[in-house]
């Protein structure tokens, strides 16, 4: 059974357990989640998705991550996806870094932690054009 | 306010504000800023959780009415099925007995209902009774008889009789009587104690008319308070919420409490006040507020009707402190944590601002010292890069000025002593000339045309008259006019000669009479010089002579006597032709003058014969023979090494010979010589000096100056100088004049007096004049003389020096201004950098704590409701299963990565799926977020229930529920570990004692804060030696850690192991923090623990970190050590451990 997959990145556990909770509710069955402590996990999982016949839709990221930080990875996701909706939810960032994501990658918006759940699922819907 | 106007009133605030306070302020400004966001929007975002919580428990309880109101209607139904029943004939009323099954069977249907009953207008009664305890027993009374009363098994068969009741008449009880009042409608009755068994009841009663409209009885059923009480012991609300039922009477009618409870006393108490008594004013809801004990109360009253009597009001109080107990203290905290921020950021700024300010106040001690002249200034500074910069700067421009100053005194020294060397050989000629005069035993005076004296060169002490007086005066003013004239006559004949003249005369000296010889010799055109020597001595033989003289023209005897008496040479030349014939030597007595007398008369007679001197010599006796006359003849003879001169007067005699006298001048001639060497010394001296030297008048005639003054003041000459200068034009400034004249009047000399003058062609140019001033006799101004020396070189150095100084000072100045610049951007930097990081620290747990605290307030909202309906709907077996997956859960206490987890779900998804489990993915994750890794328990839940979905559902509901509780409570221990870390870090401890800790702590304390920089790629291996506490400043050693901790990570980019070692050696504590980075290189091994050293980009780093660690070690008596090589920097710390 196929369904769009929503990615949500984010080093920080507690942080991706709040999101799943939060995006199930309010999105319900019709998108499968996938969850990433790491740009490198991330990665991993956009393509096993792909080898299962799905697509990962949208990617939510953390800026400040060890390895390899939220506007890097997009880079990388965006050379093969370019499709995919990109939005960044961080406490911190370089703003710098930001802007030149919101210039390269596309980047579809910019959320700052603590985050509005409202917010987040408004954004969300209209990124995957719901 | 318009920003000129800001401007001015910064401008003039500013000046009053320390350096100390502008550092300062702004940033405890900051701190006060982040902080205060951060507690605002926490305590905030609590509040409003814990409100929307509260308003919600609150319309829970309002829908609860509305069960309520459901539940009362289970014996409409009740009543209805039996009318029905009736009416069918499924009962029968004449066999009261068959109606037990019927009964039976609605009990086993509708749960909670504590009477069904008949009774027909007869007074036959038919009742199923259900204890309080659930027992549930058979009532029945026939048309006459007692009331008996049965127990019943579990199939509904009627057991023995337990009691009978006599003297009961049905249609005496309340909700009979209700049932007839109601007339045909159903009615609810007051509540009222049923006897059997005994309860509180309310019972709805209605009249049965069969199908021909006859009252045939009633149908009631009773509900037990208690089971209602029990409705509301379900509700929990707050920790101390009370909900109970008020009747309009303000009666209690049940509450899940006490009566005597104070809450619910205090809560009618208030609600009576509140309504005057009477509670049937409240129609609605309504949510009010009130305090007990200064407690303030939240209170919900909501208005309870049905049919019937039952007009209840439903009461609810929570106190408010259930709700805020947590957002105070956590208010409590903010606070704390805020006024410590402060304290900490005050501290900071005053440390930093005085190592800031301290350096700044040395270099403007070293330059006020420089500007009074203090050359020796060595500053040394330790500061930021910019500031020891600064004092290096300083300390050059010091240097150079100094030795500027050097060069200007050495020069000087050299000025002084050309000068002092020439005086003093201009010293030495004049001691030499004046000694020579004063050897000499003649009057020396200089005369002019008209016979006044204008210099006399000595004085002969001889003579008793001095000669002084005479200097100025004519010959006529000094002696009787016939000498006078004949001297006069003398004097000019010389000159108009150009012919030395010899006279004799005498002038009455005191009271003697004084014969002097005089020669008289021409030195200029209008000046002479005259040479008179005393000769009152000789005056005698003379007069002899005088006598011989006047006999010789008798007798050649007396003749030869005379001759005898004389010292002259005498000669009588014979010519004959043009040659010279015969000299007879005179017998004079020359050797009476003369030591070499005959050698002189021999060399004389000779001459007459030598080629060199015979032309000359017999010219000038020809000349004599031819002119008849007496003709002066000078002329000088060398005998040995001695120069003689003579004059000679050559006399015709006949027309053949001549009488030829010589007198020995030499001495006059010698005389004569060395005063015109020393003129001429005087005026090489006069001509060559390096000063310029003049005499002038008082109004600024120049009466004499020498070539220098005139290239001085930019003249060709000293008489175009003279000519054209009246000194008292030179000046730049006249008022110098003026000082010049005051100050040479007073003391009759000036020296050094420095002023600036105008040249010819007009460049200004500054001199130094030594004047004195000259005396005439009588002690009147007579001439002033002086040296000027042109000091305009070693004025343009000075102006130079000032100059160069000024620059100095201002540069100083602005170097500051820039400084201040810089510091602050740097504190900026690193404040900003302090709160990016804390910031990040802090918002990932609060993002989380917002996210779960929105996801209980929506299980709330969405679930509490229909939790009652779906417990209700519930199957036994999907119960248990349910309790089952609620009990998994509790056990699950392991956090999974999200690997682990993708890992579970393909295993579940699989198992599922091969199960023929429908949407196997959603139920995979499903069942993980629940709790539930291992399926086989669950396999006929998901196969065989249909209500499954469900049941999982509303599992993974009350798991997320306690998984939002557990990010809560991790999230907030995060968030205060971070607090707690930055607290502990910051805190500055100025107490100067040392105190016992341990230094692990401290070192975790820092790891902690850097927990952000070092999770992202770095691996940190701790390896802590049993260790004692030590006494030391705890809080500087953190800074030590912080500095070597946050090098590490630099050092290795981020990325690479860190390792830190902690151990006892020997009486020390040995502290080992080692990074696998890039080293340090050897060329500045040396050089990292220097003040402002940094290999940081600007902005980044001020280079004082190890300066300032190396100071914290010493202060500790510890050392620090560094060795490096590439992939393995260590720094050793060693600290003493004293024993308290």
Known sequence: MSKPVILCVDDELLVLNSLEIELRKALGNEYFYEFAEGAEEALEIIDEVSEDGNKVILILSDWLMPEMKGDEFFKVVHQNHPEIVKIMLTGQANEEAISDARKQVNLYACLRKPWDGNELITVIKSGIGQ | ?1140
């Open chain 2, 1 to 1140: 306010m318009s920003i000129p106007f800001l401007n001015r009133t910064i401008a003039k605030v500013l000046p009053k504000v320390s350096l100390r306070t502008v550092i300062i302020v702004p940033m405890v400004l900051q701190i006060l800023v982040a902080v205060g966001l951060v507690g605002y929007f926490s305590w905030k975002n609590g509040e409003k959780a814990v409100n929307d919580l509260a308003s919600q428990l609150m319309q829970e309880v309002g829908t609860r009415s509305q069960q309520l109101d459901s539940y009362l209607a289970t014996p409409h139904k009740i009543n209805q099925l039996n009318q029905n029943a009736l009416d069918l004939g499924e009962i029968n009323i004449q066999d009261l007995k068959s109606m037990k099954n019927h009964f039976w069977r609605q009990y086993q249907i509708f749960n909670g209902v504590s009477q069904i009953q008949f009774a027909t207008t007869e007074g036959e009664f038919v009742a199923l009774t259900v204890g309080e305890d659930g027992t549930p027993t058979y009532q029945v009374r026939e048309l006459t008889g007692e009331l008996q009363i049965y127990g019943m098994d579990k199939e509904g068969k009627r057991g023995k009789m337990l009691t009978s009741l006599g003297n009961f008449d049905p249609r005496e009880l309340p909700w009979y009587k209700a049932a007839l009042k109601a007339k045909g409608k159903p009615a609810w009755t007051q509540t009222y104690i049923k006897v059997t068994p005994p309860s509180l009841v309310i019972t709805l009663a209605k009249t049965y008319y069969d199908e021909t409209g006859t009252f045939r009885g009633v149908v009631a059923v009773a509900l037990s308070l208690a089971r209602i009480s029990e409705f509301l012991q379900g509700l929990e609300i707050g920790k101390s919420g009370k909900t109970f039922i008020l009747e309009r009477d303000s009666n209690l009618l049940h509450t899940n409490s006490t009566h005597e409870d104070s809450l619910i006393q205090a809560s009618v108490g208030y609600l009576k006040e509140q309504f005057d008594g009477d509670l049937s004013q409240i129609e609605n809801t309504q949510e009010l507020k009130f305090k007990i004990h200064g407690q303030e109360q939240l209170l919900q009253v909501v208005p309870f009707k049905n049919v019937g009597d039952i007009d209840w009001l439903i009461v609810v109080v929570v106190p408010k402190a259930d709700f805020m107990k947590e957002i105070s203290a956590n208010t409590r905290t903010t606070i704390s944590v805020y006024i410590i921020a402060l304290a900490i950021a005050i501290a900071f700024g005053i440390g930093s601002a005085g190592w800031v300010i301290g350096p700044i106040m040395r270099l403007n001690t070293s330059a006020k010292n420089l500007a009074l002249g203090e050359w020796e200034q060595r500053v040394e500074v330790e500061g930021a890069v910019e500031l020891r910069e600064l004092a290096q700067s300083f300390n050059t421009m010091a240097k150079e000025l100094q030795a500027t100053v050097a060069t200007l005194e050495k020069t000087n020294v050299e000025l002084e002593d050309k000068v002092l060397s020439r005086t003093a050989a201009l010293t030495a000629t004049e001691a030499e000339m004046r000694s020579f005069f004063e050897a000499m035993t003649e009057l020396i005076f200089v005369f002019d045309r008209e016979g006044r004296y204008c210099k006399i060169a000595s004085t002969n002490p001889k003579l008793t008259k001095p000669t002084s007086d005479l200097l100025g005066k004519t010959l006529h003013e000094t002696m009787p006019i016939a000498t006078a004239d004949r001297l006069l006559d003398c004097i000019q004949a010389a000159m108009d000669n150009q012919h030395t003249t010899d006279v004799e005369y005498s002038l009455i000296w005191g009271e003697r009479l004084v014969w002097f010889s005089a020669n008289v010799s021409p030195i200029a055109e209008n000046y002479a010089i005259w040479v008179a020597r005393d000769i009152s001595e000789h005056k005698v033989p003379l007069r002899e002579r005088k006598a011989l003289e006047k006999n010789l023209r008798s007798s050649k005897e007396k003749m030869r006597a005379v001759f005898g008496a004389m010292t002259d040479i005498i000669l009588i030349v014979e010519v004959e032709g043009n040659q010279i014939g015969d000299v007879e030597v005179a017998p004079t007595d020359p050797s009476r003058v003369y030591e070499a007398y005959t050698d002189l008369i021999s060399e004389t007679v000779e001459s007459f014969y030598r080629e060199e001197t015979a032309p000359t010599w017999s010219g000038k006796i020809r000349e004599s023979l031819e002119t008849g006359k007496v003709v002066h003849f000078e002329y000088d003879l060398c005998v040995g090494y001695d120069r003689f001169w003579f004059t000679a007067s050559i006399s015709p005699i006949s027309d053949r010979s001549t009488i030829w006298v010589a007198r020995d001048i030499s001495e006059r001639q010698q005389v004569e010589e060395a005063l015109r060497r020393a003129e001429e010394n005087y005026r090489s001296i006069f001509e060559n000096a390096a000063e310029g030297i003049f005499q002038s008048t008082r109004d600024g005639l120049y009466l004499s100056a020498n070539p220098a003054l005139a290239q001085m003041y930019g003249y060709s000459s000293a008489q175009e100088l003279m000519f054209n200068l009246n000194s008292t034009q030179l000046y730049v400034n006249p008022s110098r004049h003026y000082e010049f004249l005051a100050a040479i009047d007073e003391h009759g000399t000036v020296s050094n007096f420095e002023f600036q003058v105008y040249r010819a062609d007009g460049e200004i140019i500054w001199i130094s004049e030594n004047v004195h001033v000259v005396f005439d006799e009588e002690g009147e101004l007579f001439y002033y003389e002086g040296t000027v020396e042109n000091i305009t070189a070693r004025k343009e150095a000075e102006e130079a020096l000032r100059q160069k100084n000024e620059d100095l000072a201002r540069t100083l100045s602005q170097l500051k201004t820039t400084q201040e610049g810089l510091i602050k951007s740097e504190k900026m930097a690193a404040l900003g950098q302090l709160i990016a990081g804390v910031a990040h620290e802090v918002n990932t747990p609060l993002g989380a704590i917002r996210s779960s605290v929105q996801n209980i307030a929506d299980f709330l909202q969405e679930y509490l409701e229909v939790l009652p309906q779906f417990f209700q709907e519930l199957s036994p077996q999907c119960n248990e299963y349910f309790l089952a997956l609620l009990q998994q859960q509790s056990q699950q206490t392991t956090v999974l990565s999200t690997r682990e987890k993708r890992k579970l779900n393909r295993a579940l998804k699989k198992q599922l799926w091969e199960q023929g489990v429908e949407e196997p993915d959603l139920i995979a994750s499903t069942l993980i977020n629940t709790g539930v890794y291992d399926i086989k328990t669950f396999l006929p839940l998901l196969t065989e229930e249909s209500e499954s979905e469900k049941v999982l559902n509303m599992a993974y509901q009350f798991a997320t529920l306690r998984t939002s509780m557990a990010t809560i409570a991790t999230a907030a221990e995060r968030a205060d570990k971070v607090v707690f870390a930055l607290k502990t870090h910051a805190r500055y401890d100025n107490s100067g004692q040392k105190t016992e800790a341990k230094i692990t702590e401290g070192i975790d304390t820092v790891l902690t804060i850097y927990n952000n920089k070092l999770k992202q790629g770095i691996e940190l291996v701790k390896n802590y030696g049993d260790i004692p506490s030590i006494l030391c400043y705890p809080d500087e050693l953190n800074q030590v850690w912080t500095n070597l901790v946050h090098n590490g990570i630099q050092a290795m980019n981020n990325k690479g192991t860190l390792s830190i070692d902690v151990n006892k050696y020997n009486n020390l504590l040995k502290v080992m923090i080692t990074d696998n980075g890039t080293g340090i290189p050897p060329e500045i091994k040396n050089k990292i623990f220097e003040p402002f050293f940094t290999t940081k980009p600007p902005g980044e780093g001020s280079g004082l970190g190890l300066d300032i660690v190396q100071k914290i070690i010493d202060k500790h008596q510890g050392t620090i050590e560094v060795e490096s090589v590439p992939g393995k920097t260590t720094f050793t710390v060693f600290l003493p451990i004293h024993k308290p």
